[in-house]
């Protein structure tokens, strides 16, 4: 699986901005999906997991209520939505998968895709 993330720019404080990870491969919708972010200068954090049929999600305390995760199989894509930014929220963006379910992409993902940047500024 060769994943692609897109849709990170500048914005500003409270703004919204939808990021997209398209996936290659016919077996997308097999794999549970994650968001990941990394600040200049952090370790890279969890940020969000969706199940390989899109019926369970979960996210990090630090975004919870204010991102939201989707899946669209049919598209091979998933998408993370952020709304009411915050500066703290700059870093790149990084999606993963992993076939043995949520657990495991949080975790142990099989895959990395590349980064997006996502900038806020105040």
């Known amino acids: 699986v060769q994943l692609q993330a897109s849709g990170g720019g500048l914005v500003h404080t409270g703004d919204s901005l939808r990021l997209s990870c398209a996936a290659s491969?016919?077996?997308?919708?097999?794999?549970?999906m994650g968001w990941f972010r990394q600040a200049p200068g952090k370790e890279r954090e969890f940020v969000a997991a969706i199940s390989w049929s899109g019926g369970i999600t979960y996210y990090a305390g630090s975004v919870k209520g204010r991102c939201t995760i989707s899946r669209d199989n049919a598209k091979n894509t998933v998408y993370l939505q952020m709304n009411s930014l915050k500066p703290e929220d700059t870093a790149g963006y990084y999606c993963?998968?992993?076939?043995?379910?949520?657990?495991?992409?949080?975790?142990?993902?099989?895959?990395w895709g590349q980064g997006t940047l996502v900038t806020v500024s105040s």
């Open positions: 993963a998968a992993a076939r043995s379910g949520l657990e495991s992409v949080r975790y142990r993902p099989d895959y």
């Open positions: 491969g016919r077996t997308f919708s097999s794999y549970a």
